[in-house]
């Protein structure tokens, strides 16, 4: 059955509370009764002694006479309190005897407690007996007295008015008790579901697409606040994959808009025979077209790397060995640039997806040779640590002035725009550089002056 989880923890803190009432009542009410029996019996001794003693000072020595009408009056005193008491002088002769005074008075006392006794404890062992204690008085025997009671305890109406009390007291504490856990179950169930509420409010608005939507509340339970910490870094990831999103479009749309438009104007004016279609034309057409491809498939690759499914092909590559044939497959530009290359350090073979690595060094190493002027120098340095594999592709070319830094691996970002128009950059080439690189738990770092050069730092985990 399921139940909100406010009821729940108020139903699950009132039933605990109630089992630990249950507990601590039964044992309380044992441990009182325990202890109540035992007063009850010791104070059973101390009024038989008492009797025996205030009978021994109603004896006379001087005239050896009892003063009876006393005796009489403990005798009744001690008949209300349930002791039937017979007082024999030492030549055991009756100086009072209760069932002699009022036979009917004993047998009633006799029938109450043994009925209340047997009412209250039905499986007490007690019962009506009697015994004898010799009287003395200054050391010498001058009676003895029987009496009969109910032993080896028993309570009288005070004494269980008193424990009915008690139990009402109790009862009245375990009521309020409850009543309490109930009222403060309740409010701890309210301070822990009421954020939970709030988050799951605020889930089911980042569902319809309400990522704008962040969870101020806090809670004084860390399980709910990292709940809450998920589900707003979930909202403001969403937020920013949403703006990622409008963001590619609109800039996917800018940047195929001019080179099309190019085109467009180009044959426009081949159609209208504005101008000649010359094999230059032709040709800058041609390159406008090539531009166009590469931005698609640049996309294309940037889309697989981006998918977070993405699959790495992994395998024990050597790294310093990748980078000699990509020195190898650029040897065309690097000669027509007149640029030297130099390949330094080493470092152990690494698993990798080696075409996406290739990819990397291809990237790292093009973008050196386009913004370094002809005769510049190209260094790729490896080393390693214990943890980690380095490799630094240093050049001495234009450098990217400190503002840029920050944005050079953001998609369709270009440093000094108008310088790398004619450099044909689309500027998606370091993004893609970042994505393999994170994909491989790695990372990249970039260190540049303008006019010194600059150096992209890959490190990526053994
Ligand atoms: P692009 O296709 O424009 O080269 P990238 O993403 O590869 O795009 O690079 C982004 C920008 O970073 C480039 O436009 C360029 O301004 C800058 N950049 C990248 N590498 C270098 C480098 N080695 N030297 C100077 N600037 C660089």
Redo the contacts with the bound molecule.
Sequence with gaps: MKGSLRSRLTLSIAAVALVLIAIISSLSSYFINQQFKSYITKQQVSTLNEIVYSLGQQYNPDTQMWNVDYVHTIGMYALYDGYIIKVYNDSDQTVWDAEIWDMSVCVQIKEDITHQMLTKFPGTSGKFSDSDFSIELMGNQIGRVNVTYFGPYFYSDNDFDFLNQLSSILLIVGAISLLVSIILGSLIAKRISSPILKTINATSQISQGDYKIRIKDRSNLSEVDNLIESVNQLASSLDKQDNLKKQLTSDVAHELRTPLTTLRITIEAMLDGIIEPSPERLKSSYEEVLRITNIVK?LESLAILEDGNLKLDKTKVDLVDLAKQVVKKLEHQIHEKEMVVTIKGECESLSVDESRMTQVMI??L???I???QAHGNITIEFDETIDDVMVK?S?N????SAD?LPY????F?????S??RS???????????KSIIEAHKGDIQ?E?EVGV??S?IVVLPK
């Design positions: 640049d990237n790292l093009t973008n050196a386009k913004y370094t592709v050049d070319g234009s450098g990217i840029e050079i691996f953001e998609r970002y270009r440093a000094d725009k310088r790398n450099t044909g950059g689309s500027g998606i080439g370091l993004t893609i550089v970039v540049s050069g600059s992209f």
